[in-house]
Every structure is written in C-alpha cells, then in structure tokens.
C-alpha cells in the first residue's frame, strides 16, 4: 500500500510536535518525502532526527507563517528541490492568553490568533498552490476544529458549547470558508481541498487535556491527504464522519 505514494511530497507547518508530527510521521510510513515545516531551527532538526530513526524520509525546512521571507523562501527551495507539492497541510496553529469571550477578549490576543491561524495559513496557501497545481493530483488540507463550526456553537447541548474563544474560535471559521472558497475556486482541478476536526486531542496547546492521543487525532488529516481523485473537496470532516459548518 505505502508504495503507491512514493515520489509524492509533502509539508506540514507546525510540524515539530503534536498532531502536525504524527501526520509526518504517518504520511512518511506511507513512503511519502514529508517536508517538516517549523518556526524553530533547533525543535525543526530534533523532529526531523526522530523520524529519520524510524526510516522516513524527512526534512526539516524553515516556516514561520508569520513571517512572509520563510515562507517564500520556503516556497523556493520546495520549487528548485521537488519542483512540486502533492500535499499541503495548514497544521500550524496558535490558542493566544488573553482570548475569550467577546465581551471580555482581549484585542490583541484575537488579532494575534487572526494572525496565525488564518492569515498565516492564507499566505502559505498562495504561496504553495503553484507548486500543488504541478502536482498530478494535489491536496490541501487546512486543520481547523470544531470550534469553528457555527452549528456547534450555536448549540448549548453541545459539550463544547462553554469555550468562547472569540480570536480561536473566530480563526477557525474563516479558515472553514477558506477551504470553501478555495474548493470552489479549484473545481475543476484534480486539487482537493478539505477542512479537519482533529477532536480533543492530548496535545501542548490544551495542557495535554484532551481526551484523544495524537494517532487519534492525526487520523482524518492523513486520509484527506490521501483521497481518491473522486473524493469530494470543499467538505469538512471528523473520523467517522462530516462536521457541521
């Protein structure tokens, strides 16, 4: 099975820990070059070492999405080395102190949410789609949560219903309509691009809180980067399932 998808590359961003390694490591399994995009030099070659131990093919590559000169040079080395991008996935992601509810949240730590979780995924999206789209049959998969679904959060039966992170929560809708719009901008590509509940997964971000391990949470973001060419795109999905927008 894992050969049929060799020769194909791969970047996660914020792929030094958490979720984001365990799709490396994951999709590396699947004899896949992974791209490991990370912020940090140091925790970046760490993550790549670990990997490399166990066999898979990876390399560290710089990225901050905050940082338009990573990413562009980014963008360059993936275009000179590879000359494609099979899968892209927007994994990097921030909870800011200082978020909250909207009567009280303060501005900054929603803009510095805003910043990363979305504009930050937006330009590492335009930046790498050229190199998707030499792709034979790209995809892009954005890891959102459910805490962007509008549904869900209109809903007070929902066991979530009582974090209202305005800049988190806000950062993650719009990534949801990024992916719609995207989809439909791409129609008629082979490119499929689809948004990721990963669930409460044990990770830094939430303390090490959540109820899912990281292989758990890791699971529906690689079969998105895995879809058939007949799959759908513009959808957003959980394991076992589709997610409400």
Request: proline fraction near 5%.
């Amino acid at each position: 099975m894992a050969l049929k998808h060799k020769g194909k590359i791969a970047l996660i961003t914020g792929a030094n820990k958490g979720i984001g390694f365990e799709v490396a490591r994951q999709l590396g399994a699947e004899d896949i070059t992974v791209l490991l995009g990370a912020r940090n030099s140091h925790l970046g070659e760490i993550a790549e070492a670990k990997l490399k131990a166990n066999g898979i093919d990876t390399h560290f590559i710089e990225l901050d999405v905050t940082k338009p000169e990573t990413i562009t040079k980014a963008a360059e080395e993936i275009r000179v080395q590879h000359g494609k991008l099979d899968i892209l996935v927007n994994n990097a992601g921030v909870l800011v102190k200082g978020d909250g509810p909207p009567s009280v949240a303060d501005p900054e730590a929603v803009r510095q949410a805003l910043e990363v979780n979305f504009f930050g995924v937006l330009s590492v999206t335009q930046a790498m789609l050229p190199l998707v789209r030499n792709a034979p049959s790209g995809r892009i998969v954005m890891v959102s949560s459910g805490l962007g679904s509008l549904t869900w959060n209109a809903d007070p039966n929902w066991p979530f219903a009582g974090f209202k992170s305005l800049g988190y929560n806000g950062s993650k809708a719009i990534l949801n309509m990024l992916t719609v719009q995207l989809a439909w901008e791409l129609r008629d590509t082979t490119i499929k691009v689809n948004t990721v509940n990963p669930g409460y997964t044990a990770t830094d971000m939430n303390g090490n809180s959540g109820t899912q391990t990281v292989e758990e949470g890791a699971e529906e973001t690689v079969r998105q980067c895995l879809v058939p060419d007949d799959a759908p795109t513009g959808g957003f999905y959980q394991t076992g399932g589709v997610v409400p927008w």
